[in-house]
């Protein structure tokens, strides 16, 4: 009898309609188009606007897409996992609400907390899911409002971050196809060179910690693009040496979208040319836990059935890991 694999079936993506670009970003803060491009990739990013306006909306949107392409129910979802930052409320948790809106009476689910590395390991949680025969039909979503917790006078983080969420279905494959293997790594001795200070239980949210601006992303920059090169690097090599794939087999790189330097060091070290790397950073910017399935959405017509595919995501906590799949339709 074949192994059973958690194959993605299907993928849907939202980004909102107004966009930030670098000019904009320029009255706001000391920067300009070059330098931002120039570092980063980036020129420009996806902002959620509105009252009441939380990452379910954004979540909704892309698992309606999915919903459709194949003709599903919400009542036949088994599970929802949702990686994010960003949720709608501490509690109840995002998947809760995206359940509730969408009418998955069936479902139940969770969010992960993996910063930029959240898609990754929900995608990777979910699979053990559909590997054990305990579900048939799982959505994995991955998506965060950085809008939502990003100072728009540190220009340190505020021309790296944007809104956006993607999601992915995962069924039952016994043809080879899915995902095959993946790696996945964390060290907390990095927490706190990229974080939010305030918020959580240490330092609940208080009337000195709005006016000190704690509620914001902190991130120091050089430290964090070392270990981001370095882990994303690392982890793509020992996923492929462990099932004997070399970079030209891969049909495509898809990696987290925080710095095009990063991309470029990772495609580099595992011999892959550059236009076999997916790439949509200059449009949407970091959207965290969203670039991955938003990446697989933007290039979903490119692929191909059998295609190896290696996921390589670096984020806040540290947190890290690679993913080596074949695409199943």
Not at 47 to 59: D, H, P, W
Not at 75 to 88: A, K, Q, R, S, Y
Not at 94 to 104: E, F, P, R, Y
């Amino acid at each position: 009898m074949s192994k059973t694999t958690a194959a993605i079936t299907a993928v849907g993506g939202y980004v909102p309609e107004y966009v930030l670009g670098n000019k904009e970003l320029e009255k706001l803060v000391e920067t300009n188009d070059e330098w931002i491009t120039s570092r980063t990739g980036i020129k420009e990013r996806r902002i959620l606007k509105g009252e009441s306006q939380g990452l379910s909306v954004m979540c909704v949107e892309a698992i309606k897409e999915i919903l459709e392409k194949k003709n599903i129910a919400p009542e036949e979802i088994d599970m929802v996992i949702v990686g994010t930052i960003t949720g709608d409320y501490v509690f109840p948790s995002t998947s809760n609400v995206i359940c509730d809106k969408l009418g998955m009476k069936n479902a139940w689910g969770y969010d992960l907390s993996a910063a930029c590395s959240g898609f990754i390991y929900a995608l990777s949680t979910g699979a053990q899911f559909i590997e054990t025969g305990r579900y048939k039909k799982i959505i994995v979503v991955g998506g965060d409002k950085m809008s939502s917790i990003i100072n728009y006078k540190d220009r340190a983080t505020c021309i790296i971050f944007g809104d956006g969420a993607g999601a992915v279905l995962l069924e039952p494959s016994t043809d080879g196809d899915g995902i095959k293997d993946f790696v996945l790594k964390a060290d907390g001795a990095g927490r706190n060179f990229l974080y939010q200070p305030a918020g959580g239980s240490i330092m609940p949210p208080s009337h000195e910690t709005i006016d000190k601006e704690m509620h914001y992303v902190v991130q120091e920059g050089q430290t964090v693009f070392k270990f981001a090169v370095k882990g994303m690097a690392d982890v793509s090599v020992e996923v492929l040496e462990r099932n004997n794939v070399k970079g030209e087999d891969l049909a495509w790189l898809v990696p987290h979208q925080a710095n095009k330097r990063i991309i470029d060091a990772t495609a580099d070290r595992i011999n892959l040319r550059h236009d076999k790397v997916m790439m949509n950073i200059e449009k949407y910017g970091n959207t965290t836990a969203g670039t991955i399935p938003l990446l697989l959405w933007d290039y979903e017509k490119k692929l191909k059935k059998g295609d190896k595919l290696l996921i390589s995501a670096f984020g806040g906590g540290f947190t890290w890991g690679a993913i080596y799949l074949t695409w199943a339709y």
